[in-house]
């Protein structure tokens, strides 16, 4: 009863910043922390979800719900589950408490693998779920079943009429070996080091524990937590709901792959092109 309730209540906050932001007027939603970044529609990004979400429920041949860790795993597992939480909410904890500047990746680095790493040997467990859950999927569909989320999502946020111009002028006064280094960056420290700490590991564990949608939304709220400190100038709600609607719900659907494909090239990708599709103007221009 409980996990139905906590799932509710994340499930409402994530589905109620949306409409308080359209209720405040606030249709266009600043996404990135970068002064040159466009704003995108808000009408663009809950499509584009919601895109993503229906198609990754629909496409047939996915996996069912990870099957529950056994009497003999869970006190291991919760142990590991909890040490990983402790960690997503250090993050942002230490980050809106002390102005950490350039140091912020390696920080992020240090505790998503270095401490990741040091509490799975602390507690270690033989089980190997997600891995027998990753093998009930035919290698066909574990490459192709999430391409049409990834497309659909992509399209409606970057390509569509509800994308809006997407101009992204105000970044061509860098270098572009400069902004291709950062992209590079980027995909190391966001993409890859997010995606593995928050789906593959977190999220793993929290679905043999609580469940799927549970686990989903857990990470989701997590993982949008991890942005605090994007907040910026503006009423406090108004910010908080811009994330929530930008992370959590990029979060939910990144989340909702990995408990249905088991991916991680997936999830990579797409954490990917939300941080660097847009800019793709600037080198085919």
Not at 140 to 160: I, Q
Not at 225 to 234: C, L, N, P, Q, T
Request: aromatic fraction near 10%; charge should be positive; avoid cysteine.
């Amino acid at each position: 009863m409980g996990k139905r309730i906590f799932t509710a209540v994340g499930l409402a906050l994530l589905l109620a910043a949306p409409v308080a932001l359209a209720l405040s007027g606030d249709t266009d939603v600043r996404t990135s922390a970068d002064a040159e970044a466009p704003a995108k529609p808000l009408a663009a990004i809950v499509a584009a979800a919601i895109a993503g979400l229906l198609m990754a429920r629909l496409v047939p041949l996915r996996l069912p719900a990870m099957a529950p860790a056994g009497p003999a795993e869970r006190p291991a597992l919760t142990r590991q589950a909890t040490g990983l939480v402790g960690i997503a909410l250090l993050l942002p904890a230490l980050v809106l408490a002390v102005d950490i500047g350039v140091w912020y990746g390696p920080v992020k680095l240090a505790l998503f693998f270095g401490g990741a790493a040091l509490l799975l040997r602390i507690w270690p467990t033989a089980w190997r779920g997600g891995r027998e859950h990753r093998r009930a999927l035919p290698d066909r569909w574990y490459w192709l079943g999430p391409l049409p989320a990834l497309l659909g999502w992509a399209y409606l946020l970057y390509y569509s009429p509800l994308a809006g111009t997407g101009d992204v002028s105000g970044y061509r006064h860098h270098d572009r070996l400069y902004l291709l280094a950062a992209m590079l960056l980027t995909f190391l420290t966001a993409s890859v080091a997010e995606e593995i700490f928050y789906r593959v590991l977190l999220q793993t564990r929290l679905e043999a524990l609580l469940g799927r949608w549970p686990a989903v939304v857990a990470t989701s709220l997590l993982f949008a937590a991890m942005h605090a400190h994007r907040i910026g100038d503006g009423p406090l709600g108004e910010m908080v709901a811009v994330v929530l609607v930008w992370n959590g719900g990029f979060g939910l659907l990144a989340g909702y792959l990995w408990s249905r494909y088991r991916n991680v090239v997936a999830v990579v990708v797409l954490h990917t092109a939300v941080n660097s599709l847009g800019l793709l103007p600037l080198f085919l221009g």
